[in-house]
């Protein structure tokens, strides 16, 4: 039994070492900034980099129209962020931010588009963007670097 322990404890060091939560932080960015990127790019006219769709526009007008702004501008915020915020926690700049304001985006698709998606959906985007609001970018993030400049 002794030796059953002695695994179990070194399974644990490995996994709460500080490179395997670096790493797991650089992974929980990278897969919510995939989802809202993935989501941002279905919002933009095919081939081009940032034009807002005619189907966008109307789906905003129709599908999303409780949400309590003008379609119009919940259009182009939801598209720009989708882009903006996915492209800051890659690079794990300003990744609290980046994360509350998508987890903000996911509480605003629960509350007002989907509200039924949240234990099949939003609740694990939601996760993600609380483990990375607590947590941070961790050390392979530029936040990292950004930090000791500031302290130092």
Same mark, same amino acid.
């Given at each position: 039994?002794? =030796?059953?322990?002695?695994?179990?404890?070194?399974?644990?060091?490995?996994?709460?070492?500080?490179?395997? =939560?670096?790493?797991?932080?650089?992974?929980?960015?990278?897969?919510?900034?995939?989802?809202?990127?993935?989501? $941002?790019?279905?919002?933009?006219?095919?081939?081009s980099w940032f034009s807002i769709s005619e189907s966008t526009h109307f789906l905003f =007008?129709?599908?999303?129209?409780?949400?309590?702004?003008? !379609?119009?501008?919940?259009?182009?915020?939801?598209? %720009?962020?989708?882009?903006?915020?996915?492209?800051?926690?890659?690079? $794990?700049?300003?990744?609290?931010?980046?994360?509350?304001?998508?987890?903000?985006?996911?509480? %605003?698709? =629960?509350?007002?588009?989907?509200?039924?998606?949240?234990?099949?959906?939003? !609740?694990?985007?939601?996760?993600?963007?609380?483990?990375?609001?607590?947590?941070?970018? $961790? !050390? %392979?993030?530029?936040?990292?670097?950004?930090?000791r400049r500031r302290t130092a």
């Amino acid at each position: 039994m002794k =030796q059953m322990y002695a695994w179990y404890d070194r399974a644990v060091a490995l996994a709460s070492n500080c490179m395997m =939560q670096n790493l797991t932080l650089l992974f929980t960015r990278i897969v919510l900034a995939g989802v809202f990127w993935r989501s $941002g790019r279905t919002k933009v006219d095919e081939g081009s980099w940032f034009s807002i769709s005619e189907s966008t526009h109307f789906l905003f =007008q129709e599908e999303y129209k409780n949400v309590p702004l003008p !379609s119009y501008l919940a259009a182009v915020m939801a598209t %720009v962020s989708e882009h903006l915020f996915p492209i800051l926690l890659l690079f $794990g700049l300003f990744t609290r931010l980046s994360a509350l304001a998508l987890l903000g985006m996911t509480l %605003v698709i =629960q509350i007002f588009v989907y509200p039924e998606a949240w234990w099949q959906v939003h !609740s694990l985007w939601a996760a993600l963007a609380l483990v990375l609001i607590v947590r941070g970018g $961790g !050390s %392979v993030a530029l936040d990292a670097p950004l930090m000791r400049r500031r302290t130092a």
